[in-house]
């Protein structure tokens, strides 16, 4: 089956279409490479557009395409505070176009990728999908904003779907293909090793948040345990399993000292920390209760561990230290 998927020359959806190779799907990107990047394109044909753009149900049909992963959203939770327009543009307005275009198609599955961001600050963790959703910041408010427009377009139109809330993406294709490179740079992984390539000290936004060191606890998700995800929730919308909502973490937490104690540890080099004050918006805590993705779709992280998050990250960022190529 051929999968159309949106954004997949980013970061996660790069992933998810080695994912899908590798388990017989074809998939076709559709990316505007405003954030993507032509070289994370590996084994799919790249159609270069803009979702808002373009005849997304002539693209449908002309690609025969049966399901959609539509990871083609801004996701920068500083810019969506100063930039809410862009963001309601983009990953709503952009989302209902999606939609629409699905309808008239008559393309039924659709994977989508959601986030944390949609809790705000949680009132307990781990947080499980039952949850209350708060979100703090426009980029959340617009995640659940697409979520509740795909919900009651499933029920009137006979769309199904899964929404897979993401925590903290990270790490990267442990045989180096693929990796991180967002432009402006702001998560802490990627920027703690471009630290230690250019042996800079790191910044820590922080310490006296109410955790064991002071620092913000995350739970850290491998991207190719992100990218599985994906495909079991495909596998399992195609076998008549119906529309759900799933968290995708390890159920654990390491804070942002503990990232850098692991980076020291991987790389073998000294990190220097500039404390900085805390960063508008960012709660204490943030842990996945993700045991829903285990009952229903039988996921389990293949790389749970943060060291290996750190060096299969590390592998990449060493041998691309400037990111792709244009
Ligand atoms: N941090 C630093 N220094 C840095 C960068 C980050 O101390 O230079 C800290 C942050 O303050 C935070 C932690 O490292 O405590 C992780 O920050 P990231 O920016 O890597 O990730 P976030 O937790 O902010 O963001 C993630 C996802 C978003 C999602 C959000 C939900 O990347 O898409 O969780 O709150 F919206």
Redesign the pocket.
């Known amino acids: 089956m051929k999968v159309l998927v949106l954004g997949g020359a980013g970061y996660i959806g790069s992933h998810a279409v080695l994912a899908l190779r590798e388990k017989g799907f074809e998939p076709v990107v559709l990316d505007d490479l405003s954030r993507g990047h032509r070289a994370a394109v590996i084994g799919a044909g790249l159609i270069e557009a803009d979702l808002t753009a373009v005849d997304l149900a002539a693209v449908l049909k002309e690609s025969e395409c049966g399901a959609v992963m539509h990871f083609a959203a801004l ?1 920068q ?1 500083g810019e969506s505070v100063s930039r809410p327009d862009l963001y309601y543009r983009n990953n709503v307005a952009g989302g209902l176009l999606l939609l629409d275009a699905m309808v008239k198609s008559g393309v039924r599955y659709l994977i989508f990728s959601s ?3 949609v809790y705000g600050e949680p009132s307990r963790v781990p947080i499980s999908e039952d949850h209350p959703t708060a979100p703090v910041n426009p ?2 408010a617009t995640k659940l904003a697409f979520e509740g427009a795909m919900r009651w377009y499933a029920h009137a139109f006979g769309l199904r779907y899964a929404s897979l809330r993401y ?3 990270a790490g990267a294709h442990p045989d180096g293909l693929l990796g991180e490179d967002h432009r402006p740079e ?4 990627p ?1 703690v090793l471009k630290a230690v390539l250019g042996d800079c000290p ?5 310490n006296d948040y109410p955790t064991y060191d002071g ?2 606890i ?1 739970d850290y998700i491998h991207v190719c345990d992100l990218a599985s995800a994906h495909l079991l929730a495909l596998q399992a919308l195609l076998a008549g399993e119906p529309s759900s909502v799933f968290n995708l973490g390890t159920g654990r937490g390491y804070s ?1 000292l503990q990232m850098i104690e692991t980076a020291r540890r991987v790389t073998d080099h000294d990190i220097s920390i500039q404390l900085s004050p805390r ?1 508008p918006g ?2 204490a805590e ?1 842990v996945a209760g993700s045991r829903l993705a285990g009952e229903r779709l039988g996921w389990r992280p293949r790389y749970p561990e943060l060291e290996d998050i750190v060096t299969h990250a590390w592998r990449w960022h060493r041998a691309h230290p400037e990111g792709y190529p244009a």
Do not use: E, K, Q, W
């Open positions: 996701s939770v986030s944390a961001a980029y959340g925590f903290n993406a702001t998560h802490l992984i920027l790191m910044a820590v936004f922080g620092t913000c995350r942002v960063r960012d709660p943030l």
